[in-house]
Structures are given as structure tokens and as C-alpha cells.
């Protein structure tokens, strides 16, 4: 028991609570910690290493040289607090010394060869359904202004953490770093400031007078202005010449509210009240009668109502399935409203082709792109509002055919601010450039770099000897135990499977041919294999702000037999796909799958049986897809700011969510 | 003799393969084999109780063999021979107080007189002795009088009874007995197949209007009580698990269906998900065990544990030929069974994955099928058999009723 229990994280955790609570300024921490983060993944592992020639670098392959980062945090960073990163890095430090030999460093450092790297890449390409080849196209994207800026910062430290990265992937390399210094440079600081001063100006609104306010406006702007004037003399120096958005975006902004202070403080307000509008709207009640109506007067997608509701699920919709897909599909070319990719995703998505809240969401998000790409603004309409038009009638679209996820929303809300934060004199192929630049970031920033920090967080809690369990399929989940694997570690696999969807069959055909050992088993046993258990790692559909997990159903059951039977819970989830609602039960929000699905029974001689039951109004059958875990059963939420628990949800979500997402 | 013999190898070959599921249906194939084998015994004249019960022990053991799992099987012989002991003893008091009474009256008038004590007046004093013998509530004067020598009554008497009346009433008792003990497995035999009633009556003590009630995997017992309220006009919905991988809650399910129950089918995995909206978790049992805890279909455990949580009632079903007299030593594994993997797999799917050469030769797949969950009696509200409702913590009191001390082991 001990030594399992050595190296939990909760002094950590309690760290990282700390440095969220003491964060002096927003200015001075976040360039700290927006470069660290993916600073750390850049040191450690290539984001975009998928190189087009074909020379992978495993996904899961990373050094984590957390000494070189570190050395980098203080480096890189100009400011002398200690930032967040600084934090991290001195935790891992800690984690290292804790963990000792099992610390992946002495393992891996430069140890493993390219070839079976390849093998490795190629497959987590494929965990998302698709070839993550469009990020080169993406990085390719980035103004090549910041390139020798990061040069000159990151040359030493390159040179030093001697990463496993071939040369030929080094330019793209550096066009990541590029891009997250364009991010950092560009709106890191006018982003941070704003937040705050709208929190202010919304605090002070009642008491002060409109005079007073513009002081304290000014006032406040005037410290930004000199904040970032240092920032951006750093960042300048080298980027003179490059003609692109991050030295051009900060200046509209800066501008504009100083031609006239009443300007800004509408635009405050404004964005004030665009906030609250994007504060998650309630979702639709489906025995809401009227709103219903309403609804299908406009969608595309006409979906029987199921005969046989579930009277408890009258608020989720309840569709026959699989009877519209030939019509839709019918219907690709003669396309009006809906852009050809976002259609296509939407019927993916119908049709259960993709499934899996990352790759719906990357596909989503792909879609977009593409989308935006295409776009004009039709004469005589603004970009902005247009353009959201059009995502909110995609996105609409996309609802019909399934339901969002969480993530999906939390990225649409993504993008939705990005249309928002538009400059207004960026041109049109720029802006779409930017925003395009701006989903490719978010797709590697929030979902693939974030994988890859936790599964370097989630393998020191494998030890040899061990007895995983895991439940159904989660990407996150089999790129652990791969890289877990792949670092030497022996232990043993528990797959835990349910009907409808038997995804973990998925899994274990991955994890077997890889040659892990594995133990397939259904969900109703998991209370007999759950005493030769370890520990449990879930993937996470949400997380939300009270801690509770909305997961796959089923994913509660398993939380609660381990917690029964005190095994750790530990559950894996990008940051990204928290929220800020809160949910007690597996009622009032959830997702209803095919009924047909349960009714078809795998007994020969039960088809007819349920054939002949189908009008029966008695007889229903419910397909629940999501169920929510209670946090108590939740031991430690790997997150890709570290590990945490549950309780620690809501910080997260305030104080970074808030930056990445909102502003 | 070669007969019965004959059956009993046909009825083990049965058992081993799991021919015959279902704990009552075992129960009842077991009772009706050992009337036959009772009946087919040739009992010796003296120690006929004895005789009877090795013989019943005998079989009983190789049937237990058979299919140690299937608890049933055990139970009934357990109950079998203590009809034995029991018919055994209450002859014997009989025996005595009648020659106590008449000592000098002729064979007819004490044949009449065994009779008539055997059936209708049991005094104070055999009342006594019997509870001596059997592990009936040990009333307080018992207690005081102490040295109950349990064992040794029937024999003793038995054979002090023969030696008393050395005659030719020997053979009547001998056929009375064996006479009595088949009665009394009729008896066992009725009280088996009618237990559904039985439970199924106090359905509407426990349902009320609107209830909503969940229940997992297939248990007739679970049907007719379910049944039983529906016809008393309470309208209540059921949830039934399906019950992986078997999906005999679907079986379930129609069969509610086909009786008018408004039923909803969920996933297994649903099950935590739904029991904040359920009332009351029914389920049947495969077998109670003596410390209240409950062997049942996989997924139990689960969904008890989930009733714990939310504090939803977990109701036991369980006719009294699954109260099993023994207490349970690692049920999870000792008492389950696993089922063929091809339950959860399919063989040709994952073969290609399945390189045997490659690394130690061990296979890196295996594939966990189990039959029964347990379920300790912490989680359980209540039970309810054939004699009522009843707290897990006094199952083995209740047990104890129904089997004699020294048939625990067999």
C-alpha cells in the first residue's frame, strides 16, 4: 500500500492550487505560462513532428528532460516571479525525485529508435480518424516573422535539451514555437489585461460615475499600454519586418478605445453582454412543445420522433435512427446553407462514423476551417456578425445530427470568440487566416499537446506489477498505457466493456497487438475483477465545475465498484472539455442513443422475439450514452495542468479557462 | 437399485454440463431423484433412519459433486435428510410415550396408538425432545435441563424401541417411516414449486401506486411477484437491466410486457445512471447464504451497490430452497462459475490478433465471463421468501429452521 500511495499528488496538487490563488498580476505570470506550457511539450516532444516526408516521431514518445525546462522557465522567461510553469517544473522535479527510477528520463532520454517511433505515430494518427498531416499545412500557416525571434531566444536551450527530434522536423519545430510566441506576443497581453478590466468596470459601474470610470479606464490602460510597450519592445526587436497580425493585432485594440473612451466602454459593454449571451445557454428542453416546433421549422434534418418515448427523457430528443442517412447524403450536392465539410461531419456524426469526443471535435473543428476558408462576406455585411451567423447555423446543424459534447461547445465558444475579437480593419484573407491559425492552435494546443502532457503526468502512476482497468475507450487512456508500454513498464490491462457500443473491443485489438497483456471482461463483472485491480484511469467526456464526471455510461459504475473496493480512481481529461455547469444526475442532461441498439439482442432467438415487441407501448428500450460520476468516487482528475482533484475543477476552469477561451 | 442408480448418473451427467439452469428447477429434479432413491432403498431393520440417510448422503454427495456451485442442490439434500432425522425422531417419541402409555397392550393397539401420537398429540414431552434434537429455538427449559444429546436420541431410541417391541411390528415401522419421510418430501416438493405464491402474495405489501422498480436478469420468482401487483391493480414501471451476457433481462422484459407491465429495457452499464429515479431494486437470488449475503446474477453487486448509494431499497426474492445453511468464504470466486468467453468475443474477430510465437507463448488475451455475483449482506433491505419478510442479519436463524446441524457438512 505504501509504496503505491508514495507518490500521489497532493502536496502538489496543493501547489498548484497555491500558485492559482497568489497569481500577483495577470501580466506577469501569462507569457510565463503560455510559453511554458507548450514550452514543455516543445522540449519534450514535437507537436507537429508529423512530418510530411513521412518521418514520424511517435506521439507518445517523449523526453521529458523536465531539468532543461526548467532551466528554460527562468530562462525564457523575463520576469523573475516564479511563474506557473516554473511551478509545474519544479514539481515534476519533485516527482522525479519522488518517483526515482521509475522517473521516464533514465529511460528514455534519446533511447528510442526513429523506426519504432514511426509505428507509433502512425497509429496515434489514425486514434482521431484522420492523418494529422493538416497541421503542417497549419504551422505553414504562421507569419514566418516570429521565426528568428525564437531563434534567438530558444537557439542555447535547443541545443542543450537534447531532444529526440530529428533534423528534418526541426523547422516545423520552430514554426510552432513561432506560432505560440506569435500567440503569446500578439494578444497574450491585450487578452490578459481585458478580463480584468472588465471585471472592474462591471464592479464599479454601480457606484462610480461615468467621468470616474473613464479615469480609472484610463488609468488602467495606460499601465497596460506601458506593460506591453516592454513586452512588445521584446518582442518587436525581431519581428520589425514581419508585417503580420501579432504586431499588428494589439494596435486596433489599442487605438480604438483611445479616439474616444465612450467608443471602448460600449465595446466593454458590449462584450460584457456577449458574454453573458455566451455564458452556456440552458439546453433545449424537448418538452418544451413550442420551442420544439420552432426548431424543426428551421432544421435540415428530419428525424422521426421514436414511437415509444421514455417518459423520464421527454427533455432529450428521441429519434428513430438510420432511416434519414441515404436522404441526407442524398442531398450533399445541393447545398445551400450548410458548408459541403461542416454537412459531412454532421452526418458523420449521425451515422456514429466518428465517435469519440476528441476526434468529434477535431473533426468539428476541421470542418470550420475549412468552412472559413470558403467563406466571402456577402457585400454589404460585416465579417463578424455574418460569419458567426453562419457557425451558429452550423453548429445548429450539427445539434440536429447529434447532439453536441461538451468539448464541442467549449470549442465552438472557442471560436465564436475568436470571430468576436476580430480586429476590424483586418482584411478579409487575413482575418480568415487568423482564425483558421487560431482552430489549428486550439486543435494542438487544447487536444493534442494537452494528450501528450497527460500521458507523461499519467505514466508515473504506473509502476511494474500493476493491474489497470479502464472502461469502454478513451484516446487518452490507450495512448498511456501504449507509451506505458512502450517505456518498459510491465503490467497488466483490464477492459471493461458494455453493450451498446463494445468500444473497448476497439481498444483491446490495440492494446493485443501491441503485445500488451490484456483481460476483457463485461461491465457486470467488473465487481469479480475488480479485486485484483490497482488502479482505474477513465477517460472523461466533461468534467464539470462541482467535480462531477460526465463520462460514457457505465463510466459511474466502474467509479463506484473501484471505490467500493478502494481502488485509486484517476481520471484522464483535457482541460478543454471542462465546464462550468454543474450536474448531480444522469437525467437532466444526457444524450439517448439508437433504441434499436438494445432492443437487437446478439440471441439468435430473440430478434423476432423483439421484432414482434416493437409496437408493444409498454415496452421501451432506453440507450442512455453519458451518465455522471459523483466526484467522491473520483480520485484524481490528469489534466494538462497536472493532476488534481476533483474539488479543484472550478479553479481550473475560472482562471484558465476564462483567458484561453473567453478572451 | 441399478435403477435409481442409473437416474442418479443420468441426473449428475446433467448437473456437470449445466443442462439444467435455474435453482428451482434444479431443486425440483434433486427431490423428486432422492424420493426415488428413498423409495428404492431396502431399509434394514435395524437403524432404518440411519440407512436411509447414508443412502440419501451418498447420492447427495455425488450430485453436490456434480455441480458444487448450484447450491440448490445441496440445500434440498440438506432438507431431505433432515425430513429423515426429523420423521426419525418423531417416531421414536411416538414410539416411547406410546409404550410409556400402554405397555401391556397388544401389537395392533399400540400400531393404532403410534399412530395417533405420531399425528395429532405430540405432548409437551416429545415437543422437548424433538427441539432437543434438531436446532429448533432451544426454549429455556431445555436449556436448563441440559446434556441434550442430540445425536444420540434417535438411534438410542430407535433401537431401543426395537429392542422393546422385538416382534412383528418391525417391518410396519420400518414402512411407516419411509412412508413418512416420502410424505415429507412431497411436502418439500410442493413447498418447491409453490413458492412463487407464496412470495408473489406479499407483492402488495411492498409496491405501491407509482412505484419504480428495477430489477436485473431473469428470475421467475421476480415475474410473479412483479405480476402479482399488477393484478391487484397497482401501476407501477419496471427497469430491467438486460443482463450481460446472457440478456435474459430482455426475456424478462417481454414476459412483463406480454402481462401488461409498462417495462423499459436499459443497458447494464445504465444502471447507476437510473437508480436515482428507482423506488425499490427487486431481485431474485441464486442463493442466500447463511450470513445474509446473496449469490445472484452478475451485475448484482453492482446494482446493490449503486441502491446502497442513493439509498434505494435492495429486495431479495428467494423461495426457501435457495436459503443455503453455509456461510460463505470468498464467494466472488469459490461460488461463481465462469462462462465460455465466446459469451463476450468472438473467437474468429480477435484471432489474428492472438500471436501465440510472439513473446513468452502465454496469451496476452483473456477473456472474464463470470456467472454469479455476490452480494454481502450489508447492501441488503430485505429478504422475502416463503415465510415472509425477513432482515439479512437473521437469515441464519431462519435457516437454520429448514436444515439439521449435522448436515451442515456433508
Do not use: W
Not at chain 1, 479 to 487: D, G, P, Q, S
Not at chain 2, 236 to 259: D, I, N, T
Not at chain 2, 322 to 342: A, D, I, W
Amino acid at each position: 500500500m505504501d509504496p503505491r500511495r508514495g507518490p500521489l499528488a497532493v502536496p502538489k496538487v496543493r501547489r498548484v492550487g497555491f500558485f492559482t490563488s497568489i497569481e500577483p498580476s495577470p501580466e506577469t505570470p501569462r507569457p510565463n505560462r503560455s510559453l511554458s506550457g507548450p514550452a514543455e511539450a516543445i522540449t519534450s516532444s514535437s507537436p507537429l513532428s508529423d512530418s510530411p516526408s513521412g518521418q514520424f516521431i511517435s506521439p507518445v514518445q517523449i523526453p521529458p528532460s523536465r531539468h532543461h525546462s526548467d532551466n528554460l522557465a527562468s530562462r525564457a522567461a523575463p520576469v523573475p516571479v516564479p511563474g506557473p510553469s516554473a511551478f509545474r517544473r519544479q514539481l515534476a522535479n519533485d516527482r522525479a525525485l519522488h518517483v526515482g527510477s521509475y522517473n521516464p528520463v533514465d529511460s528514455l532520454l534519446g533511447t528510442s529508435p526513429p523506426s519504432s517511433n514511426g509505428e507509433v505515430s502512425e497509429d496515434s494518427g489514425s486514434l482521431f480518424g484522420f492523418q494529422r498531416s493538416d497541421s503542417a499545412k497549419l504551422s505553414a500557416s504562421f507569419p514566418n516573422g516570429g521565426f528568428d525571434m525564437t531563434m534567438r531566444v530558444r537557439a542555447p536551450q535547443e541545443s542543450e535539451a537534447k531532444v529526440a527530434i530529428a533534423s528534418t522536423s526541426d523547422g516545423r519545430k520552430k514554426n510552432v514555437e513561432a506560432s505560440e510566441r506569435h500567440y503569446q506576443a500578439g494578444e497574450g497581453e491585450s487578452v490578459a489585461a481585458k478580463p480584468r478590466k472588465e471585471k472592474e468596470t462591471k464592479s464599479l459601474k454601480e457606484k462610480t460615475s461615468k467621468a470616474e470610470r473613464r479615469a480609472i479606464q484610463e488609468a488602467q490602460r495606460a499601465a497596460k499600454a506601458s506593460a506591453k510597450g516592454e513586452g512588445s519592445k521584446r518582442a518587436g526587436e525581431s519581428s520589425r519586418p514581419k508585417p503580420s497580425k501579432p504586431a499588428k493585432q494589439p494596435q486596433p485594440k489599442k487605438e480604438a478605445p483611445q479616439v474616444t473612451s465612450s467608443v471602448s466602454e460600449k465595446r466593454a459593454v458590449s462584450v460584457e453582454k456577449e458574454r453573458r449571451m455566451d455564458v452556456p445557454q440552458t439546453q433545449m428542453q424537448y418538452d418544451d412543445k413550442s420551442r420544439v416546433d420552432k426548431a424543426k421549422r428551421r432544421s435540415v434534418v428530419e428525424q422521426t420522433e421514436s414511437k415509444n418515448k421514455v417518459e423520464l427523457f421527454l427533455h432529450l430528443p428521441q429519434y428513430e435512427r438510420g432511416n434519414q442517412l441515404p436522404n441526407l447524403s442524398s442531398n450533399i450536392f445541393s447545398l445551400d446553407t450548410i458548408h459541403h465539410a461542416v454537412y459531412k461531419v454532421g452526418l458523420q456524426h449521425l451515422a456514429g462514423d466518428i465517435s469519440g469526443d476528441n476526434a468529434r471535435c477535431i473533426a468539428m473543428l476541421h470542418a470550420f476551417q475549412e468552412a472559413i476558408n470558403d467563406y466571402t462576406t456577402p457585400p454589404m455585411k460585416d465579417l463578424t456578425m455574418d460569419l458567426t451567423a453562419k457557425i451558429n447555423g452550423y453548429v445548429s446543424f450539427l445539434i440536429e445530427c447529434r447532439p453536441l459534447s461538451m468539448s464541442m461547445g467549449n470549442a465552438i465558444r472557442f471560436l465564436k470568440n475568436q470571430i468576436r475579437k476580430l480586429p476590424v480593419d483586418l482584411s478579409e484573407p487575413e482575418a480568415k487566416a487568423s482564425l483558421c491559425s487560431e482552430i489549428g492552435r486550439f486543435i494542438d494546443e487544447k487536444i493534442l499537446l494537452a494528450d501528450k502532457v497527460i500521458v507523461q503526468h499519467a505514466v508515473t502512476k504506473i509502476r511494474d506489477g500493476e493491474v489497470l482497468l479502464t472502461y469502454g475507450f478513451s484516446c487518452v487512456v490507450e495512448m498511456i498505457l501504449l507509451y506505458a508500454h512502450e517505456i518498459g513498464r510491465k503490467f497488466r490491462v483490464v477492459i471493461v466493456d458494455s453493450r451498446p457500443n463494445l468500444e473497448g473491443q476497439k481498444l483491446l485489438r490495440r492494446l493485443v497487438t501491441r503485445g500488451l497483456d490484456c483481460t476483457y471482461t463485461h461491465i457486470n463483472a467488473v465487481s469479480y475483477i475488480m479485486g485484483e485491480v490497482t488502479r482505474v484511469f477513465l477517460g472523461a467526456s466533461s468534467i464539470f465545475s462541482n467535480g462531477t464526471l460526465y463520462s460514457k455510461v457505465g463510466t459511474a459504475c466502474v467509479a463506484m465498484v473501484a471505490n467500493a473496493f478502494s481502488v485509486p480512481v484517476i481520471v484522464c481529461c483535457e482541460a478543454y472539455k471542462f465546464h462550468e455547469r454543474v450536474l448531480l444526475d444522469s437525467i437532466c442532461s444526457n444524450e439517448l442513443g439508437d433504441p434499436d441498439a438494445i432492443a437487437n439482442v446478439p440471441l439468435r432467438n430473440n430478434k423476432k422475439h423483439s421484432k414482434t415487441m416493437d409496437n408493444n407501448k409498454n415496452l421501451q428500450f432506453l440507450n442512455l450514452m453519458y451518465d455522471s460520476t459523483p466526484a467522491e468516487y473520483i480520485s484524481m482528475i490528469v489534466t494538462d495542468y497536472g493532476m488534481i482533484p476533483p474539488t479543484s475543477i472550478p479553479v481550473i476552469v475560472r482562471e484558465y479557462r476564462r483567458e484561453d477561451l473567453l478572451l | 437399485m441399478p435403477d435409481v442408480q442409473s437416474t442418479v448418473l443420468e441426473f449428475v451427467n446433467k448437473l456437470r454440463k449445466r443442462k439444467i439452469e435455474g435453482s428451482q428447477a434444479t431443486a425440483k429434479c434433486t427431490v423428486e431423484l432422492l424420493r426415488s432413491v428413498i423409495s428404492q432403498q431396502r431399509v434394514p431393520h435395524s437403524n432404518q433412519a440411519s440407512a436411509l440417510i447414508d443412502a440419501v448422503k451418498a447420492v447427495g454427495e455425488q450430485l453436490v459433486a456434480a455441480n458444487p456451485v448450484e447450491l440448490a442442490v445441496g440445500n434440498v439434500v440438506r432438507r431431505v435428510l433432515h425430513i429423515i432425522r426429523e420423521e426419525d425422531l418423531s417416531l421414536a417419541t411416538a414410539a416411547m410415550a406410546g409404550l410409556d402409555l400402554l405397555d401391556a397392550s397388544d401389537d395392533d393397539g399400540e400400531d393404532d396408538n403410534c399412530k395417533g401420537v405420531g399425528y395429532s398429540a405430540m405432548s409437551a414431552a416429545v415437543a422437548a425432545a424433538a427441539a432437543r434434537s434438531t436446532l429448533r429455538p432451544p426454549s429455556l427449559q431445555t436449556l436448563l435441563e441440559g446434556t441434550p444429546e442430540s445425536a444420540a436420541v434417535p438411534y438410542t431410541s430407535s433401537s431401543g424401541a426395537d429392542s422393546e417391541s422385538k416382534t412383528a411390528d418391525k417391518s410396519s415401522i420400518t414402512r411407516k417411516l419411509k412412508h413418512d419421510v416420502i410424505e415429507g418430501v412431497n411436502h418439500l416438493i410442493l413447498e418447491i414449486s409453490g413458492c412463487h405464491e407464496q412470495i408473489a402474495e406479499q407483492a402488495i405489501e411492498h409496491i405501491h401506486q407509482n412505484e419504480v422498480i428495477l430489477t436485473l436478469g431473469s428470475s421467475r420468482t421476480v415475474l410473479e411477484f412483479l405480476c402479482a401487483a399488477k393484478e391487484k391493480k397497482r401501476a407501477f414501471r419496471v427497469f430491467v437491466a438486460e443482463g450481460a451476457p446472457r440478456y435474459q433481462g430482455h426475456l424478462l422484459a417481454k414476459e412483463l410486457v406480454a402481462r401488461g407491465l409498462q417495462t423499459t429495457v436499459i443497458t447494464d452499464s445504465a444502471v447507476f445512471a437510473m437508480i436515482s429515479r428507482v423506488n425499490m431494486v427487486i431481485i431474485g437470488a441464486h442463493a442466500v447464504m447463511a450470513n445474509g449475503g446473496v449469490i445472484g446474477p452478475v451485475g448484482v453487486n453492482m446494482a446493490a451497490l449503486a441502491a446502497k448509494k442513493h439509498a434505494v431499497p435492495f429486495v431479495v426474492l428467494a423461495g426457501s430452497h435457495k436459503l443455503c445453511p453455509l456461510y460463505p468464504h470468498n464467494p466472488e470466486v469459490l461460488l461463481n462459475e465462469l462462462r465460455s468467453p465466446s459469451e463476450l468475443l468472438d473467437f474468429g474477430e480477435f484471432s489474428d490478433c492472438l500471436d501465440f510465437g510472439a513473446g513468452s507463448g502465454s496469451p496476452l488475451l483473456q477473456v472474464v465471463n463470470p456467472t454469479f455475483d455476490y452480494v454481502p449482506p450489508s447492501l441488503v433491505s430485505l429478504f422475502i421468501t416463503d415465510t415472509g419478510g425477513h432482515n439479512p442479519s437473521y437469515m441464519y436463524r431462519l435457516i437454520a429452521d429448514y436444515y439439521s446441524a449435522d448436515d451442515l457438512v456433508m
